[in-house]
């Protein structure tokens, strides 16, 4: 009898242990779904398509496969840059720099996520050190937008106007001017900016 229950608890275990590597190897397979890539195609499609909830979702499903994947942390923090949320934008910027993410694009980002808040001091000193060769204007006009924050109306439209040289079209550097103007009550000049 007791060698009939020894033999019971044998197999016992031995089914226990069986069905528990069955069942991992079962639950492994069915993590076979997109990969982390795959999501961040999805998002981007969606993001060019203007879908920016699907956008998110698809972002956030691939960092659940990889919560290392730069691009989905340069994608998220473009998106919560594009919905003016500063800090979420530098978390997700400064995460995907660290993995080693570094292109003039992603530092314009970062500064103007900066911007967002309300941290004028530190985009200034960091603007100098910074690289941004391909994009003048667009480093002369954070540039301004610090001064503006900091309530330095001169050196602001230096930087606008700075910006305006190098590009003549550039919308955020006429906006920029005529906010100068609206502050100096010189509602003429800014209509003028505007309308330009």
């Not at 730069?70 to 720099?97: C, F, I, V």
């Not at 570094?102 to 960091?126: I, P, W």
């Not at 309530?151 to 919308?171: D, G, H, M, S, Y």
Request: proline content about 3%.
């Amino acid at each position: 009898l007791m060698l009939v229950r020894k033999l019971m608890l044998s197999n016992g275990r031995q089914l226990a242990t069986g069905l528990t590597l069955g069942l991992s190897l079962a639950l492994s397979g069915c993590d076979s779904g997109p990969s982390a890539d795959e999501f961040v195609a999805k998002a981007r499609t969606a993001l060019a398509a203007g879908d920016m909830n699907s956008g998110v979702i698809e972002l956030k499903n691939a960092l659940q496969k990889d919560a290392d994947n730069a691009d989905a942390r340069w994608l998220l923090g473009d998106l919560h840059l594009r919905l003016g949320q500063g800090a979420p934008a530098a978390k997700e910027l400064k995460r995907a720099k660290a993995l080693g993410m570094d292109s003039e694009e992603l530092t314009l980002a970062l500064l103007r996520s900066e911007l967002l808040q309300g941290k004028f001091k530190e985009v200034l000193s960091a603007v100098p050190t910074t690289k941004a060769t391909q994009k003048p204007d667009l480093l002369s006009i954070i540039k301004g937008q610090a001064h503006l924050g900091l309530a330095q109306p001169e050196e602001a439209r230096a930087a606008f106007t700075a910006a305006l040289t190098l590009n003549p079209n550039n919308i955020e550097a006429q906006r920029g001017l005529a906010r100068i103007s609206f502050g100096e009550r010189n509602f003429s000049d800014a209509q003028t900016q505007l309308s330009a």
